[in-house]
C-alpha cells in the first residue's frame, strides 16, 4: 500500500481519499434512510441521503474537472466552498432527523411500558383501597377541570380529549329540577343551617 501511495500523485491520494470518504458518508445516510423507510413511516432521512449522494458526486465531478485542468483554481475554490457549506447543511438536518427519529421512538416506547402497566392495573380495586385524601390526590392528577354546562357537564382530562357526560350520568337532575349537589341537607359536607329548609 505504501509504495501505491509513494508513487501516486498528490492528486491521485486526494481524489482517493474523498471518494472513500465519500462512499462512507453515502453509505452511512442511505442505510439510516432505508431502515427509517422500511419501518413504513415516511422521513427526511432518505431525501437527506439522496440529497447529500447528489452533492457528493456533484463534488467528484469538480475534482475531475479541476484535476483535467478544465477549471481554474478561483472557479475550483468557490464552487467547492459552495458545496462545501450544502453538504454540511445537509448532514446537519440529516443528523437532526436521526435525533428527533431516536427521541421519537424511545418516547413511543417508553408510553408502551406506560400503557402495558396501565391496562394491568385494577383501578376499581386501587379505588377501594385508597384512603379519601388519595382519591382526591388521583383525582387531582387526572382531572384538569369541570365545566359546568346548562345541560351537561364537560370533564377535561389531562392528555384526553373533553368528556362531555350528561347531568343524569352524575346523579344531577334534569333541566329546571333542583340539583342535588346544591342542596344543604343532601351534601354531607354543607355546613349546617345551608339546607334548602332552614
Not at 396501565?118 to 377501594?128: F, G, S, V, Y
Request: with cysteine.
Amino acid at each position: 500500500m505504501k509504495a501505491n501511495v509513494l508513487g501516486a500523485s498528490r492528486a491521485d491520494v486526494e481524489r482517493t481519499v474523498i471518494e472513500r470518504h465519500d462512499a462512507r458518508q453515502t453509505n452511512t445516510g442511505a442505510t439510516a434512510g432505508a431502515a427509517a423507510a422500511q419501518a413504513g413511516r415516511p422521513t427526511p432521512l432518505t431525501s437527506a441521503a439522496s440529497a447529500l449522494a447528489v452533492l457528493l458526486e456533484e463534488r467528484r465531478k469538480l475534482l475531475r474537472l479541476h484535476y483535467a485542468g478544465k477549471i481554474d483554481e478561483e472557479q475550483f475554490g468557490e464552487e467547492q466552498e459552495r458545496l462545501a457549506v450544502q453538504i454540511d447543511a445537509v448532514r446537519a438536518v440529516d443528523e437532526q432527523a436521526i435525533a428527533d427519529s431516536e427521541r421519537a421512538s424511545e418516547i413511543a416506547e417508553r408510553f408502551e411500558q406506560i400503557a402495558a402497566y396501565l391496562a394491568d392495573l385494577d383501578i376499581e380495586t386501587t379505588w377501594r383501597a385508597a384512603a379519601e385524601d388519595e382519591q382526591r390526590a388521583l383525582i387531582d392528577e387526572l382531572i384538569e377541570g369541570v365545566q359546568v354546562h346548562e345541560d351537561h357537564l364537560a370533564v377535561i382530562v389531562r392528555g384526553a380529549p373533553k368528556l362531555n357526560v350528561t347531568l343524569a350520568e352524575v346523579g344531577l337532575g334534569g333541566k329546571g329540577e333542583e340539583r342535588a349537589c346544591r342542596r344543604g341537607d343532601l351534601n354531607p359536607h354543607a355546613s349546617k343551617g345551608t339546607s334548602p329548609s332552614s
